[in-house]
């Protein structure tokens, strides 16, 4: 079985400052795992993906995440928010090697930047 | 490259009347997925296609919700009768297939309210 939580539905930083959105999963497999974004009416967007190799994982826009196996996390950090990052995040957890395996999203969790 | 289009992005009808969403996937893509998006929650996969063969309809409402992918590239997917709990925003995502971490990518949605 599969599942993922997003601890946090809104997170709100100042312009210039760390962003952490949290991610935890469970998987009975080794697990993929993604953030996408999706801004308000647009699709949603790969930022990043883990899928066993190295476990820091860099993405667009500065984005990047950790898996941390023994925490069952997988976070989303990045150094210093921009006003363009104000979207919607979500956290998925895909287990297997193949198409066939679960895919499950998260809740999400809304990013606000203030000026 | 084009991305995965979606249509109509918009569509009002009253309940009980019938229909239907359009997707093009990405060329080349042989894995198709129709995904339902509630306001402020994540995406839940109704139905995932490789080629033409549907491997996943777990969660499709069959009662009422049918979808189809002939020659295995364009989909559709069909409400018939509509309730007005269908309102909601329907995503299509295509992916390489037996890639490892299959990344997803999504269209624009279409955004269905039913009065």
């Known amino acids: 079985a599969q599942s993922v939580t997003q601890l946090d539905s809104h997170v709100s930083v100042s312009e210039g400052t760390p962003v952490l959105l949290r991610c935890n999963y469970s998987s009975s497999y080794s697990p993929s795992l993604f953030w996408y974004v999706q801004h308000p009416n647009k699709g949603l967007q790969l930022l990043l993906k883990?899928?066993?190799?190295?476990?820091l994982v860099k993405g667009i826009n500065g984005f990047e995440a950790e898996f941390k196996k023994s925490e069952t996390s997988f976070h989303l950090t990045k150094p210093s928010a921009h006003m363009s990052d104000a979207a919607e995040y979500f956290c998925?957890?895909?287990?297997?090697?193949?198409?066939?395996?679960?895919?499950?999203f998260g809740s999400g969790t809304r990013l606000s930047i203030r000026p | 490259e084009a991305g995965v289009v979606q249509s109509p992005r918009y569509k009002i009808i009253e309940k009980k009347q019938p229909v239907a969403f359009w997707c093009n996937p990405i060329s080349g893509h042989n894995t198709l997925y129709w995904y339902l998006q509630n306001l402020g929650q994540g995406p839940e996969l109704l139905i995932r296609y490789e080629n033409e063969e549907a491997v996943d309809d777990s969660q499709l409402p069959k009662d009422r919700f049918s979808a189809e992918r002939l020659k295995g590239v364009d989909s559709t997917l069909k409400i018939q009768p509509a309730e007005l709990g269908d309102s909601a925003v329907y995503l299509c995502a295509s992916s390489q297939t037996g890639t490892r971490g299959n990344i997803q990518y999504f269209g624009a949605g279409t955004r269905l309210s039913v009065l």
């Open positions: 883990y899928t066993s190799a190295a476990t």
């Open positions: 998925v957890v895909s287990g297997g090697y193949s198409s066939a395996s679960k895919i499950i």
